[in-house]
């Protein structure tokens, strides 16, 4: 099942809910028609599960990117580089599942619809917490307003993905230095 997800997910990434047509996926993952809406009930159900699998898989990339890290500064710098790397080269310009979803979120149903704003919360989250860790551990001034830099970092990294799926993101150390001014 991974393998089949691990191959929808691409053409999610690259058409969007709508542009992905069952002949597309059908393609990318080899199966027929039938033997995807057997595993999947319909194209909401390959959609729902490959974008749980890329939602699960970044997350479990990003984790072992973080690990060992000691500060919320160094962790939020890597958390850039991960994004910068993302949106950088093939890879970028199959650009973001969260995103493309963002994009239709208005035609997604409720429960597609929620797992998105789920994804981006976790996302916001993730930065609230690598904020204040920063602060605790000094890293990052003790006066920042932790939700609103959470809000633009989160941005930026949506962002991001969206410029990688046209061209590679300048000079990504001059840009995490640039950003990480905004926590001194």
Avoid at 93 to 103: D, E, H, K, S, T
Avoid at 143 to 166: F, N, T, Y
Wanted: hydrophobic share 45%.
């Amino acid at each position: 099942m991974d393998a089949v997800l691990a191959s929808a997910v691409p053409v999610f990434r690259e058409h969007g809910y709508d542009g992905a047509s069952i002949d597309l996926l059908k393609e990318a993952t080899g199966l027929t028609a039938g033997s995807l809406y057997k595993a999947f009930k319909d194209k909401k159900g390959v959609f729902a599960a490959a974008f749980t699998y890329y939602v699960e898989d970044r997350q479990r990339q990003l984790a072992e990117r973080l690990r060992g890290l000691r500060t919320g500064r160094e962790r939020i710098a890597e958390t850039l580089r991960f994004y910068l790397d993302s949106a950088s080269g093939s890879e970028g310009r199959q650009g973001c599942l969260v995103l493309a979803g963002l994009i239709e979120a208005t035609t997604l149903d409720g429960a597609l619809h929620d797992a998105l704003w789920k994804a981006l919360a976790n996302n916001r989250s993730a930065l609230i917490a690598m904020l204040r860790e920063g602060q605790e551990d000094g890293s990052i001034r003790s006066d920042l307003v932790v939700e609103p830099c959470a809000d633009i970092l989160l941005g930026l990294l949506q962002g991001l993905r969206a410029v990688g799926k046209l061209h590679d993101p300048a000079d990504h150390d001059a840009l995490v230095a640039t950003a990480l001014k905004t926590l001194d």
